[in-house]
C-alpha cells in the first residue's frame, strides 16, 4: 500500500477520454516519475491528484484519505503541496517576503498581503523564512525582488515556499520546463538532496528524461490516458512498449 494510491480513476471531458482505468500506487519516501507523450493525460491525472479535477470514476487516496472535492488549503492541510509548471511567486516582492507567506500561513493558516509589514515583526515566523533561504541557498537573495531571478533561481524559491508547509507529499509538474541546462541540473541537485534528508515523497511529471532518470525510484509510463508500463527506471528505458509510445517504433 502507497502513501498516494489512485484506483481505477478515469476523466472524459466531452467525447475525449483523457483517462482510461488508471491504477497507480506510489510508496512513500520514494520518487516516482510520471512520464508520457503529449496528450498521454499526464496533467489530467495530476489535477485529479490535488483535488482540483474530479474523476469520472475511481478515486484518489492520500494517506487513507479522499481527496477528491477538497479545497487548495484542505489539500494543503493534508501535507500536499503542488509546484507548477510556471514558478508560482510574487514577482513584486522580495525573496524573503515570498517565503514569509507560506511560513506564516502554516502558522495561522491564512494570509493576506497587506498584513506583510506586521508578519516582518514575529521573529519565529521571520526565523523559519530565514531558515528556508538558508536551506535553498538563497540567503545572499533575500533583499532581492523575485521578478528579478532567473527561472531556476525562481523554481528553487518556490520549491522552499512548499518545503516550509512542511508537506509529506511533493507534487511537481515538469519543474525544469524553460530552464537553461545549467539551472536544471541544479534542480536536479536540489530535489536529490530533499529527497535524502527529509522525510518526504515526491511525485513528478516531467519530459526531460535526464531528469527523470536522474530521480526517480520507480517510472509510470501512460500512452493515450492508461498505464502503459510501471517498472524501474533500469527496464524503462529499453522497454519496447516505451519506444513505441515515444517513438513510434514497433513493439
Known amino acids: 500500500m502507497g502513501i498516494l494510491e489512485v ?32 496528450g498521454a493525460g499526464k496533467s489530467t491525472l495530476l ?18 484519505q479522499s481527496v477528491l472535492g477538497r479545497a487548495p488549503y484542505e489539500i494543503n492541510q493534508m501535507g500536499i503541496s503542488r509546484v507548477f509548471q ?9 525573496v524573503l517576503e515570498n517565503m514569509l507567506i507560506p511560513c506564516f500561513a502554516k502558522r495561522d493558516g491564512a494570509f493576506e498581503l497587506n498584513v506583510l509589514p506586521s508578519v516582518l ?31 531556476g533561481d525562481k523554481r528553487r524559491l518556490e520549491i522552499g515556499m512548499c518545503l516550509s508547509q512542511e508537506p509529506r507529499l511533493l507534487l511537481l509538474d515538469e519543474p525544469t520546463a524553460g530552464m537553461a541546462r545549467a539551472d536544471t541540473n541544479n534542480t536536479i541537485d536540489l530535489l536529490k538532496q530533499i529527497s535524502d534528508e527529509r522525510d518526504i515523497t515526491i511525485a513528478i511529471i516531467e ?11 520507480r517510472i509510470t509510463v501512460l500512452a493515450q490516458g492508461t498505464p502503459l508500463v510501471e517498472d524501474d527506471p533500469q527496464n524503462i528505458r529499453g522497454n519496447p512498449k516505451v519506444r513505441e509510445a515515444y517513438l513510434g517504433e514497433s513493439a
Do not use: W, Y
Open 7 to 38: 484506483k481505477n480513476v478515469g476523466k472524459r471531458f466531452g467525447g475525449l477520454q483523457a483517462l482510461g482505468d488508471v491504477n497507480l500506487s506510489v510508496k512513500e519516501n520514494t520518487v516516482h516519475a510520471i512520464i508520457g507523450p503529449n
Open 47 to 64: 489535477n485529479c491528484l490535488v483535488g482540483k479535477l474530479i474523476p469520472d470514476t475511481g478515486s484518489v487516496m492520500f494517506d487513507g
Open 86 to 94: 510556471t514558478p508560482e511567486i510574487f514577482g513584486d516582492l522580495t
Open 121 to 151: 515583526g514575529q521573529k519565529d515566523v521571520l526565523e523559519k523564512a530565514e531558515h528556508m533561504l538558508e536551506e535553498m541557498n538563497m540567503a545572499d537573495k533575500r533583499h532581492m525582488h523575485a521578478a528579478a531571478m532567473s527561472r
Open 207 to 217: 519530459h526531460d528524461m535526464h531528469v527523470v532518470f536522474s530521480l526517480a525510484d
